[in-house]
């Protein structure tokens, strides 16, 4: 009987401390970057979209929303965050860590599933963005933002 208790507090207690506790770190941490103008500096570079040739792709706005969701928590959240822990929060080169370059690369070899290698080779900077913005904040939230402007202003090229 005492198993069965201690493995139900095991399963609240990591309930809590792991998915509450941290899905309130992702969005408290991710409204602080709203007051940080590096965030803002890096949403700026989204313009940079405007310059370069359209996709023939149109996806709706929702779905590039999804997309740069899905990205952000699969790159940043997991592999990044997981590479910098399995190297210790080590190997800096300036702001950026091993573990930012080498989720970037990824991210941009993936790129090349859907896309010619020129576009997938231009995902690497904006990728290193992203990847500094999660080292900055830890928060999936500003990165997302960050990365649907920069598709916003690709695919759609308004403003």
């Not at 198993?3 to 409204?31: C, D, H, P, T």
Request: hydrophobic share 55%; proline share 4%; with cysteine.
């Amino acid at each position: 009987m005492l198993e069965i208790k201690n493995r139900s507090f095991m399963v609240y207690e990591f309930f809590v401390n792991r998915i509450i506790k941290g899905s309130w770190n992702q969005l408290k941490w991710g409204a602080c970057s709203f007051t940080d103008p590096i965030f803002y500096l890096f949403l700026s570079f989204g313009f940079v979209g405007l310059y370069v040739p359209s996709p023939d792709l149109k996806l709706s706005l929702a779905l590039l929303f999804a997309k740069a969701f899905i990205e952000e928590l699969f790159f940043r959240f997991l592999l990044q965050e997981g590479l910098d822990r399995f190297l210790r929060y080590k190997y800096r080169v300036g702001p950026l860590s091993l573990a930012n370059v080498l989720a970037s690369l990824i991210f941009s070899s993936m790129h090349l599933v859907s896309q010619p290698l020129n576009w997938a080779a231009l995902t690497f900077i904006p990728s290193l963005a992203f990847g500094f913005i999660w080292q900055r904040y830890r928060s999936v939230v500003p990165g997302t933002i960050i990365h649907f402007a920069y598709n916003a202003f690709l695919f759609y090229q308004f403003m």
